[in-house]
Each structure stands twice: as structure tokens, then as C-alpha cells.
């Protein structure tokens, strides 16, 4: 049974590799990756980047291609399981989109939260969600300017994100203590099966996971009851490799480096990498990076570019801000150094938060476009930020989809398109992963083979 993932920011794809990235859902490229053999299809959606309204609609747009292409095909919707891929530090619209697909592709027995995503410390214990062992609402991403959140009990935070329309005490929960004993004994599989068979009424679900096991052994019990039930998922990315139930990569690191674009005379061109994403984790991470002498740093001025962006006419004061940005790359790289292009790290204020993400959408194309006016040059991109990434495969280089080849380390995964035009690889950096040297490790990574 294929997996059809509703990615809301590129990076989603993080524990699997081998499949298809769709950017566009028209009926062509629908139909190209139904006829893959990958178990899974990934849809980036980057609604984690809209508004709610315009993420619904969104939502509802994607929904409908789907069941227009279903008809067409002959397929029902019934014959796929749907995850809702979100923040495994639970930024998003975590509660209104498996919602909406809920009204479009439902209807479900029951809706599951599963924020665990193991490979980045985030695990939840007795229904609480935590980040390396501290819960997550006490960390930055908590405080979040426009998806922040109150609690780390994840019932309550449903309760808080649905505004009282999903009531904390009628969501059931999945203890590690239930998963322990559907692992370890037949007895207690068994009383999984029972519990997941009498789900009803698309019920909220909240489901712990400290180890591999807690997701596997549901993922187990789940693909047994799905021949009588339907269920909705809304997950960060460990329950998606739980579920499809891949093997080991048989690519390894060396394979996946080694994707970099090469000039005439077969020698590896420079990199470039991309620092949109304003969380300060992303921020620690650029400071170590800079301090590398191999790479230099290239600040693109966000509070110019928002005076550019409000003028009636502003072409021509972008097409010179571009002007001096693509010769001070062209600078760096006559210089053997790896241009860094980041975003000033001020945060701007704006009216209303639909205006500051409006803004951000802007700002990532200008970097987007930018970058692909000097991709001929490059053998490689590391992009930092997933609205960032997102865009730069969207806009920058115009791909209906790129196919996921693996990851270089846990969670950073390396994407490809078969373009003809921008023939090099795409490193997507999640905004929250890692430590304060992980880009520094990246690039390093990236670096190894010349």
C-alpha cells in the first residue's frame, strides 16, 4: 500500500530515501510517480509557510488533483495511507490540516499524533513532547512568533490548537508501556490490534515513542487493521520510515557526496550554501560556519529588501541589489572559498503575521533566483530553512519534482532532479536540526571529496 505524505516544508523526508518529492501535482507528474515502485510519495505542500486560510486552500487545491487523478485511474481513495508530516518541534498548522484532510480524503476511524522524530532527540513520554529531554514549549520553538504554543502535553496542545473544538480529555493515548508489551509479547500485540480495532469517529490519538520499536511495533499493528480501518496521520518524519518499512540505504555517504556536479576536465565544482531560516539554533549554526576560512559569508540585507519590495516599481532596485550580490559570489569563488549566503539576522515586525509570512515568501525567492542565476558555477547547494529550500526548488529551478537519494547525516537528506539544466544536488538543513556545529559538519561532509 503506497504512503502519500502531505509534506508541509521540504525536509519531511528525512528518514527515507528512493522516493519521489512532487512540487507540482498536475496530472502528468501524479501519474509518473504512481507508477514508481517507492512506497512512498512525498507532496511538499510548505503550507508551513500560508496563513490558515491560505493553507487550507491549499490543502483542499492538493485534495481535489488527487481524487480527480484517483477517478480517472480507477484507484480509491481507500487503497493509501495518508500522513500530514509536520514540525517534530510542533510548529505548523499541526491540528487544521489533518482536519481538512480529513474532510477531503476521509472518512478516518481515527487521527494520530506522533511528533516523535528520534533522529533529532524529540521524543514524547507519558504525553508529554520533549526536545532532547527538555519539553518543547520551554525552548524557542515554543516561542515561536506565529506558531508558538503553551504546553508540551500534547493533548492539551491539541485542545489549545483546535480552540477548544478538540476537547484534552476525549483524546485517547498510547503509552510506551502498551507498545513495551506489544513488542515483547503476543498478548499485548494482540491487545494493540484490540485497542486500534475500536477506533471510531476519527478520534484523536496520542502516541509516545522513546525508541525505534515504540513506532515500529505500531506500524505493525496499524498494517494489520488497516484492512477494516482507516486511519490519518499526523507525524514528523520517524514514523514514516516505521511505516513503509524501507531497508538500509545501500547508498552510502561516500555515494551520495559524490553527486556533485562536475566541470569539463571532471574536477568537482565549489558549493554554495543558503541560510534563510531565522530560529536561533540556525543563527548559532551560521556564526561557527563563518568562522570556517574555507567559506565566506555574504549577508543579503533584509531591511533594504523590504523597502525594495514596498516601492510601486522596485525591478530595477532588485535587479541592482542582485547585480552587487552575484558579483561579490563571483568574487569569492575567484578566490577558492565557498560563498555562504545568508539573510541579515534582525527580525523584522510587521502589521499582522499573514504580512511577515508574505514577506518571507519574497525574501526566499529572491535567494531563490539569485542563486539560479549562478548555478552553472556550482557543484552542490547546502540550503538552511525549509521555506527557504522549498522555494529554491520551486521557483529558483522551476522542478515539478526532485527524487530523494539519502541522507549524508541523520536527518539531512540530499534530493536530485534529473534536469538536464541544473544538474547538481540539493542538501535541504531543517531550521531546527542539530547542534551549533551540524552546518559545519555538513559542509565538511560535503567538502570531503574533491
Known sequence: MKIIIFDDDPTGSQTVYGCPLLLNWDEQTLEKVFNQSSPLIFILANTRSLSSVLAVKKTREICSSIKKFFLRQGYSKDDFFYISRGDSTLRGHGVLEPEILAEELGPFHATFHIPAFLEGGRTTENGIHYLNGIPVHTTDFGRDNIFGFSTSDLAKWIEEKSFG???????????????????????????????????????????????????????????????????????????????????????????????????????????????GSHVKLATDQLEVLLKDKSCEGLEIPVSKLANIFSLEDCKEAILELEGILLSKIDDILSRKKVPVLYTSREEMKFPSCSERMNFGLELAEFMAILVRKITNQLGYIISKGGITTQILLQKGFNFNQVDLKGQILPGLSIVKSNSDQYDLPVVTFPGNLGNEKKLLEAFKLMESIS
Not at 520517524?238 to 551520495?256: A, C, E, R, V, Y
Open 165 to 275: 473544538k478538540i476537547q484534552a480529555k476525549n483524546i485517547l493515548h498510547i503509552e510506551i508501556k502498551q507498545l513495551d508489551m506489544a513488542f515483547n509479547t503476543t498478548c499485548g500485540f494482540k491487545s494493540l490490534l484490540t485497542f486500534l480495532s475500536n477506533l471510531e469517529n476519527n478520534i484523536s490519538v496520542v502516541v509516545d515513542a522513546k525508541l525505534p520499536h515504540h513506532l515500529e511495533t505500531l506500524a505493525r499493528a496499524i498494517k494489520v487493521v488497516s484492512k477494516e480501518k482507516r486511519f490519518l496521520f499526523r507525524t514528523a518524519a520517524s514514523f514514516i520510515n516505521s511505516l513503509s518499512g524501507l531497508p538500509t540505504n545501500p547508498k552510502g555517504t561516500i555515494d551520495l557526496v559524490s553527486l556533485k556536479s562536475k566541470n569539463n576536465q571532471s574536477e568537482y565544482k565549489p558549493g554554495l550554501i543558503m541560510v
